[in-house]
């Protein structure tokens, strides 16, 4: 998910003649989130500079860290989107010799992934127009 630094902009209530002024800082600048969120309904996050899988990686390397401990195995559900299917990615599970398995979702299924609704929600309750 793409944290902006100029908010994005929704519909709001206003008295009539009397819009909601928003600041904005002009330049806009970009940081990236890369979250899971677990059986239990742990979310792990991670705030990354640019979308790229060497920064997925990070995320899914910090997770394992903070989650699972020493020899468990861990699932890990992913849509299909191309820093999760990038090579990097492929090399790096093969590395973790049967620790990490991924599991993709089909090609365009938002609402089979609940880190989607963590972002929608985020995104309504935190982000629009602030």
Excluded at 74 to 86: R, S
Excluded at 116 to 125: P, T
């Amino acid at each position: 998910m793409d944290l902006d630094w100029n908010p994005r902009i929704t519909r709001v209530w206003a008295r009539p003649g009397r819009p909601m002024r928003v600041m904005t800082p002009g330049q806009n600048k970009k940081k990236t989130m890369f979250g899971a969120v677990s059986v239990a309904g742990k979310l792990c996050y991670c705030i990354q500079p640019r979308k790229r899988a060497v920064n997925f990686l990070a995320f899914v390397q910090q997770s394992l860290h903070r989650v699972a401990q020493a020899g468990q195995q861990v699932l890990l559900i992913l849509d299909q989107y191309g820093i999760h299917t990038a090579k990097v990615v492929d090399r790096f599970v093969a590395q973790t010799e049967g620790r990490l398995h991924l599991i993709w979702l089909p090609s365009y299924c938002p609402n089979d992934n609940p880190q989607e609704k963590v972002c929608s929600h985020l995104q309504r309750a935190v982000l629009h127009n602030c």
